[in-house]
Structure formats: C-alpha cells, structure tokens
C-alpha cells in the first residue's frame, strides 16, 4: 500500500464525515486508489465511534481502530501508526485546524528534499496572548530541560517513509511526549510553514504540556 492517512478521534463528530471525504480526495490526487485512512476513536464521549464506523461502512478505504478508553492524544497517534501499513504516512489532527489537503504539498517537499519527513510549522502560532506565550515558554524550558532541539510551533501533520515510521514505534516510553519523539527519532527532516485554522479552543494547556 503506497498511502496511510492516520487520524485520532476525540469529541470529533462534527468533523468526520468532512474530514475523510477531504482526505480522500488528497489521497485519490497522490496515488489513485492505493492508499487507507486509519480512524482512532480514543474514547471519545460523543458519537464518534458511531460516525466512523457509517463512513467506514460506506468507505472501503476507512479504517476503524477502537480504544478501550480514553488513553490520550499521543497515543492514540502511535496506536494509529502501528497499524498504518502504507509505504508514506500521513499523521494529522481530524478536527479539519490542520488541512488534508496540506499532504499533497508535503509529498511535493519530501519529493525534491529528499527527506525521511516533513512536518508542519505555524508561522504565527494561533490563539490568544497567553495561548502564543504559554506555547513559546513550554518550547523553551522543554529545550534548556532535554538538550533537544524541538522546533517551534510544530503540528501533527506531517508526512513519513515507512522507516521513519518504524524506528519512531521502536520507542517503548509509557508516557508517551510526541513532539520529544519525533525530534530524537531522527532522519532527514524538513519544515513547511503552514497557516493552521482555529475550529476549537485547545486542550493543550501550559499545565497539560508540562505534567
């Protein structure tokens, strides 16, 4: 399989059904019909579950992975890459902030650089004061804390070769820090300045970045 788009669920009824069409269609545009969407319903209490498995019955392409409980956005990221089998794989946020439609410009970038990745940057963090200020503070001390140099402003979407994917599902860690991950797996990585929507407030606070 040439394609894996990945996706976690979580209050993300609104935006499923627009998600996969538009996923697809970005898909159908890069490889025809070689490629999967991967659905991860991290214990999600609204009717998620419910909406993926319509259009999972109405789509061959969509995959449905079903957690027992809510373990966590970075998680279900990883549960989804585990069973993600395509030959690239797209990880990217269902809540339609981050466009399906960016995979299309990532593969251009990953075709003429070369690289193992490519990831999205905002070029101007999106929210509030406090929002752009907590953001730029946790970035900081995460990286005076690891050594690591994580980039600003990253995003979930990013596109990935097969063996950037499975040296990343090498780490065993239980509490699971993406962002930390993805830096320290290494490869040839590239930034693509993207400009990311605003749908819904974020859960990500300076307190939940830091514990």
């Not at 996969?20 to 999600?44: C, K, M, P, T």
Request: charge should be negative.
């Amino acid at each position: 399989m040439k394609l894996s788009i990945v996706a976690t669920l979580y209050q993300s009824a609104q935006y499923i059904e627009e998600f996969s069409r538009r996923a697809g269609a970005a898909a159908r545009q890069l490889v025809g019909d070689d490629y999967e969407i991967v659905l991860v319903n991290d214990g999600s209490p609204d009717n998620s579950l419910e909406l993926a498995v319509r259009v999972c019955e109405s789509d061959p392409h969509v995959i449905v992975v079903d957690l027992s409980r809510n373990f966590g956005h970075h998680k279900a990221m990883m549960t989804g890459l585990a069973h993600a089998r395509g030959e690239h794989v797209f990880l990217i946020d269902s809540d339609l902030e981050e466009e399906p439609e960016w995979l299309l410009s990532f593969a251009k970038q990953m075709a003429r650089g070369r690289c193992d990745v490519v990831y999205g940057v905002q070029a101007q963090r999106k929210g509030g004061v406090f929002e752009r200020w907590s953001g730029q503070l946790f970035y900081r001390i995460f990286r005076a804390f690891t050594r690591l140099s994580l980039p600003d402003n990253i995003v979930v979407a990013r596109l990935m070769t097969r063996r950037y994917v499975n040296a990343l599902l090498l780490h065993d860690e239980r509490e699971v820090f993406m962002a930390g991950l993805w830096t320290i797996t290494g490869f040839d990585q590239h930034p693509q300045a993207i400009m990311k929507h605003d749908t819904s407030e974020t859960t990500y606070t300076f307190r939940r970045n830091v514990w």
